[in-house]
């Protein structure tokens, strides 16, 4: 099994800038991606951001792609999200999940409370 927690959320101002970590631990020799999902209250889950762990490729989506950073820590077992020009609709609880030898994500993190205000 994986464990996850992620670390770095809080509350900014629009137009700020926050920093999240998740860092795994456990069975992680198979890692293949990891990625950050958010959900805000009355809404569903959504993609933000995913990165191959073998050549740290990223995907984006599309209302993040250039404010947001995804990065990898291969050695630490650990993903970043860097997050610029927030937005107040960016504000969501945010989690980080991790898919194994090429399977879709299976573990899930807690998840760290991201707000913006306007």
């Known amino acids: 099994q994986v464990q996850l927690v992620e670390s770095g959320g809080g509350s900014v101002q629009a137009g700020g800038s926050l920093r999240l970590s998740c860092a795994a631990s456990?069975?992680?020799?198979?890692?293949?991606?990891m990625g950050w999902f958010r959900q805000a209250p009355g809404k569903e889950r959504e993609f933000v951001a995913s990165?191959?762990?073998?050549?740290?490729?990223?995907d984006y989506a599309s209302s993040v792609k250039g404010r947001f950073t995804i990065s990898r820590d291969g050695f630490k077992n650990t993903v970043y999200l860097q997050m610029n020009s927030l937005k107040p609709e960016d504000t969501a609880q945010y989690s980080c999940?991790?898919?194994?030898?090429?399977?879709?994500?299976?573990?899930w993190g807690q998840g760290t409370q991201v707000t913006v205000s306007s």
């Open positions: 999940a991790v898919a194994l030898g090429g399977y879709v994500f299976g573990y």
């Open positions: 456990g069975s992680t020799s198979r890692t293949y991606k």
């Open positions: 990165i191959n762990w073998l050549t740290g490729s990223p």
